[in-house]
């Protein structure tokens, strides 16, 4: 069974940072695609950064040059280093793998429980 355990969200004030680490258990993790997604209330979930296991990384536009995906295949974990952080970055924060499961046949989406970020202005 995979598991993802996020943590590190919280209240930051706007131009302050926080960091993101979120634990992947039961899966393959240096060969898997990690990141994470977020979702602000009344909106859909959209990507925030993704990372594969060959170290390429993906962000979307708007968090370019403020935010940094990061993993540590030894730890099963990976990061997101959140800088400059504005109160349209408010929203639950979401760890995704792409991976292969210990336990069953194929390549599969898993998903975390979320964890809050919330800035204020």
């Known amino acids: 069974q995979v598991q993802l355990v996020e943590s590190g969200g919280g209240l930051v004030q706007a131009g302050g940072s926080l960091r993101l680490s979120c634990v992947v258990s039961?899966?393959?993790?240096?060969?898997?695609?990690v990141g994470w997604y977020r979702q602000a209330p009344g909106k859909q979930r959209e990507l925030v950064a993704t990372?594969?296991?060959?170290?390429?990384?993906n962000y979307a536009n708007s968090v370019k040059d403020r935010f940094t995906i990061t993993r540590d295949n030894a730890k099963n974990t990976v990061y997101l280093q959140m800088n400059s952080l504005k109160p349209e970055d408010t929203a639950v924060y979401y760890c995704?793998?792409?991976?292969?499961?210990?336990?069953?046949?194929?390549?599969?989406?898993?998903w975390g429980q979320g964890t809050q970020v919330t800035v204020s202005s």
């Open positions: 990372t594969t296991s060959s170290g390429s990384t």
């Open positions: 039961g899966s393959v993790f240096s060969s898997s695609v």
């Open positions: 995704y793998t792409y991976g292969r499961s210990l336990s069953r046949e194929g390549w599969y989406d898993y």
